[in-house]
């Protein structure tokens, strides 16, 4: 029997992993702060448990082109909310979440909103005011029990003249400057990474911490205090991207390392701050002249990567670069788990500019990748093309283990939708539908549906991820079809 559906079942096509998503699309037009023909650039993304989005970045207000460094919201199709408060808070700005608020921070800009109205916390911004400090904002952190640790240039508290300016601070849950705290660097923090339930790695300018000697990269406690057990050898401007299970860190950025005089851009660091060797530490990331560092000033300071997991155990590595390992990739790579690379897949154009020179931030580059529902990633950044289509500067790709249905139209008697499905099918049909079997490859019946409609909704939620066979028999013939189950 399964020989006789596999007979009658229609064509499958197996697309390319990582592929675009072409069921969302931005109806948000991002651009630039300085100049309405550039993308504008996206720094943060946030995805809720209802699949809508939460954006912050340096762009500009579609009804005020003077408002920039925005929070938006966009729905899980793309669709952007009106409804969602619009503000400015900077160029750049970065958005974080905890239940039941979005923060945003930039530069001397803090402050919080409802998640779901993006109405403003005037409470916390009043304790703000009257608690009298503000800077430069460089990160946030969110502690468990609310609270933020801030990372900054020159944090000034105006009520403590002994210690007006602090280059960490912590902020009470309401808003209030907290004075007991007594922890300090000695120059920029500059990014905070949870590493475990008690630590976070964190990154800047600084060569001191507690007056301890600590080489821009340290490990402390969620009190503030100094994980002495971790040693730098970490120099320039390294920035944490990912904590791995086994406790090794993955460092991007601009580095340099102790007793070797070449910078680096993707490193791995043992438990204790060591370089782990089974990395491919010396000759991943490059830039289009092959060299592993950026050639001007400007693309130094901004040189950036983004890395996340994947659910197959790989990384996608997302930044300002042209190569990786020797290969030409554009700004995004996939590697196995110690870094080296996948050579077959982003092997088209990768993410591109077909907006100009982008002047402003002087390339183009991916700032964030952020695993979506259902085995998805969005990507987002300072771009306006991905495989030479035109996108805005945030994309959702497709799982690593995709697969293209070809697309069935309706005058073909039966339509199966979505495909790859997760939680429903849905069937349309052109008469009615008596009953529906579903089977697995192996031709086992793992469903009977019995229907008495041209359109049905049926629950697949139990079903394993894996191919499936549809049979779906109407008074007059009998349609075969195949359907995926991805999560």
């Known amino acids: 029997m399964i020989i006789l559906l596999l007979h009658f079942s229609c064509t499958i096509i197996y697309g390319q992993p990582f592929s675009l998503d072409n069921t969302f699309e931005s109806s948000y037009v991002f651009r630039d702060y ?13 995805e809720l448990d209802d699949g809508s989005l939460r954006i912050g970045g340096g762009f500009q207000d ?7 460094g925005l929070n938006i919201k966009l729905h899980s ?3 952007f909310d009106p409804s969602y408060g619009i503000f400015g808070g900077g160029v750049g700005l970065s958005i974080y979440y905890r239940h039941p608020y979005i923060y945003y921070l930039n530069w001397g800009t803090l402050g919080r909103c409802d998640y779901q109205t993006g109405i403003i916390d005037t409470v916390f911004y009043n304790n703000k005011y009257i608690s009298n400090y503000g800077g430069h904002f460089n990160d946030l952190y969110i502690l468990d029990n609310g609270d ?4 900054g240039g020159n944090v000034y508290h105006a009520g403590l003249p002994d210690v007006r300016y602090t280059w960490i601070s912590r902020i009470k849950e309401n808003g209030f400057f907290d004075t007991s705290f007594h922890h300090d660097a000695n120059n920029h923090v500059k990014f905070f990474l949870k590493y475990d339930e008690n630590r976070i790695m964190i990154a800047g300018n600084f060569t001191m911490y507690d007056s301890i000697p600590i080489n821009q990269i340290a490990r402390i406690y969620n009190d503030g205090s100094l ?19 086994d406790g090794k860190v993955i460092v991007g950025g601009v580095v340099n390392i102790q007793n070797y005089d070449s910078l680096l851009a993707l490193v791995r660091l043992n438990p204790d701050g060591s370089l782990d060797s089974s990395f491919n530490n010396f000759n991943n990331v490059q830039s289009k002249f092959g060299l592993v560092q950026v050639v001007t000033q400007a693309e130094e300071y901004y040189h950036s990567y983004t890395l996340v997991q994947t659910t197959n155990n790989k990384y996608i590595v997302g930044g300002n670069f042209a190569n990786y390992q020797g290969y030409e990739r554009h700004h995004i790579v996939l590697t196995d788990l110690d870094g080296f690379i996948d050579t077959t897949i982003f092997t088209g154009s990768g993410i591109d500019t077909c907006l100009g020179m982008l002047s ?5 580059q991916v700032n964030t990748i952020v695993p979506a529902q259902n085995d998805k990633y969005y990507v987002a950044g300072k771009f306006s093309g991905f495989n030479g289509q035109m996108v805005e500067p945030i994309i959702r790709l497709n799982p690593h283990d995709h697969v293209g249905v070809e697309e069935q139209e309706e005058e073909e008697g039966l339509l199966i939708y979505p495909n790859p499905a997760k939680e429903t099918l849905l069937l349309n049909a052109g008469s009615f539908i008596t009953e529906v079997e579903v089977f697995s490859l192996s031709g086992r019946l793992v469903k009977v549906v019995p229907i008495n409609s041209t359109r049905k909704s049926i629950d697949v939620s139990e079903f394993p991820s894996g191919n499936y066979i549809l049979r779906a028999i109407s008074r007059d013939e009998v349609w075969v079809k195949k359907f995926v189950i991805i999560r």
């Not at 933020?148 to 990372?151: K, V």
């Open 34 to 46: 300085y100049d309405n023909n550039e993308a504008g650039g996206i720094i943060s993304v946030i």
């Open 62 to 68: 579609p009804f005020d082109i003077y408002n920039i």
């Open 77 to 79: 199709n793309g669709m």
């Open 148 to 151: 933020l640790l801030i990372g």
């Open 227 to 245: 994980d002495t057990s971790f040693h730098s050898i970490l120099s320039n401007w390294p920035k944490p991207l990912y904590i791995q299970d």
């Open 360 to 364: 402003s931030w002087g390339y183009t």
